[in-house]
């Protein structure tokens, strides 16, 4: 069974910058996409930012331009740059693997944007 492994999370002032890093336990084989996940309090899960295999990659509109998803060379690991952050960043974030065989999913590490 895959496991992923987030880290990275904090508490950081508004304006600040963290980098979240998703590891898997083990190689996972056809990955198709990688993607981080946010969920606030209150609030349903929504997608941040997807890359694909095929070159793709998504950001969601609030984090355009201050968010930037990477991989290791498909290496296993997905990192989040977060820059500028502001205090509606604030989530529990997590980190989604699809692959042809199956989708895997992260336990989450909690975000805190606040002075």
């Known amino acids: 069974q895959v496991q992923l492994v987030e880290s990275g999370g904090g508490l950081v002032q508004p304006g600040g910058s963290l980098r979240l890093s998703c590891t898997a336990s083990?190689?996972?084989?056809?990955?198709?996409?990688m993607a981080w996940y946010r969920q606030a309090p209150g609030k349903e899960r929504e997608l941040v930012a997807r890359?694909?295999?095929?070159?793709?990659?998504y950001y969601a509109k609030s984090v355009k331009g201050r968010f930037t998803i990477s991989t290791n060379n498909w290496a296993k690991t997905v990192y989040l740059q977060m820059d500028t952050l502001k205090p509606e960043d604030t989530a529990v974030y997590y980190c989604e693997v699809d692959s042809s065989a199956s989708a895997f999913w992260g336990q989450g590490t909690q975000v805190t944007v606040s002075s």
């Open positions: 083990r190689s996972i084989v056809s990955i198709n996409r």
């Open positions: 890359i694909g295999r095929d070159g793709s990659v």
